[in-house]
């Protein structure tokens, strides 16, 4: 096994192919894969995630965006334990310094302008 084998067999483990997938890709038998990835814990990695509420491990379609959880069941379960959550970030309130303009801010309380523009013409103005 080379470097290059090595490489594509943790990039493709950690895109969730299997080990077969892998072996017919690179060439290596099944189990060289196998323990190749024992060896370097990429074991887990694989199937990878599981379900945030019930830890059912998660299939993956390659290429798609990851899971985080089997059902919407588990979702909806799990996001109504944690309304904290959805909250993480707060919503300020702020009148724009340019036009005066009311906007919403999502996790910063400093803005002062409502838009780039907003912000753009002050410092020209600023500058004047
Ligand atoms: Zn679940
Ligand atoms: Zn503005």
């Not at 290059?4 to 290596?28: C, D, F, P, T, V």
């Not at 830890?55 to 334990?81: E, I, M, Q, V, Y």
Request: aromatic share 8%; proline share 2%; hydrophobic share 25%.
């Amino acid at each position: 096994m080379d470097t290059n084998q090595r490489h594509s067999i943790e990039q493709m483990r950690s895109n969730g192919m299997s080990y077969s997938n892998i072996a017919a890709k690179s060439g290596l038998s099944v189990n060289t894969v196998k323990s190749y990835c024992r060896r370097n814990n990429l074991e887990k990695k694989a199937i990878g995630d599981t379900c945030n509420y019930c830890g059912r491990t998660l299939t993956h379609t390659p290429g798609a965006k990851r899971k985080r959880f089997c059902s919407d069941k588990c979702r909806l379960t799990w996001w109504n334990s944690h309304p904290e959550a959805i909250n993480r970030k707060a919503v300020y309130h702020i009148t724009c310094t340019n036009c005066g303009v009311d906007f919403e801010s999502y996790g910063n309380a400093k803005r002062k302008y409502c838009s780039r523009v907003c912000s753009g013409l002050a410092r020209r103005a600023a500058n004047d």
